[in-house]
């Protein structure tokens, strides 16, 4: 669990050649958030270590959300790639990306959960929002996962439900050998032991699947 260091640091030690924690899969950080007056609780990935992910980032970003989605009890996650539109352009990386991750899914490259996008932040949460676009999707406007273009963006969403909606959060850092709490130094008590107590859940449910007490 981080304390009062800068991120950099406490990453630098995990993912050290030859004592850190390792695995083949990309580590990537992940948001649990109860916002106010949603339905659902929203995953939000990247925001916090992956700066500008490539698309076998993402790739791996998304496994990882939806393994915790799946573990929180989230049985078919849906996952929508955002972008600020939601159709192909050409001159915004974000949607081919997304389109590209779509695929990706569609031939088993990414298991577990439905995958989407591009979607815009408006029609990937709300229903009214989607069906006014014409968008037909079984993701768009009852997303679960909502992944950001890059770290910036998933850093000012994660922070606006945060400070203005009123959001309680909890952060995890998966794709390593342990499940890694990685909160903000301004965070509140609450987050730090809702970020304890889904890191808790992680490690049980990796004991479960490897036979290794938790």
Known sequence: MKGSLHTDELMHSVMAKDVGLRTA???SHVYVMDVPGHPRPLFITDAAINIAPSLEDKRDIIQNAIDLA??????????????AVETLTPKLQSTLDAAALSKMADR?????????GPLAFDNAINVTAAREKGIVSTVAGRADILVVPDLVAGNMLAKQ??????A??????????VPIILTSRADSERTRIASCAVAVLIARATARQTGISA
């Open 25 to 27: 899969r990309r580590v």
């Open 161 to 166: 439900l945060s400070f203005l909606a009123g």
């Open 108 to 116: 088993g490259q990414i298991s577990g959960g439905l995958v989407d």
């Open 168 to 177: 309680d959060a909890a952060g995890v850092v998966l794709g390593a050998r």
């Open 70 to 83: 799946r573990i929180l009890g989230v049985e078919t996650p849906r996952v929508a790639v955002l972008s």
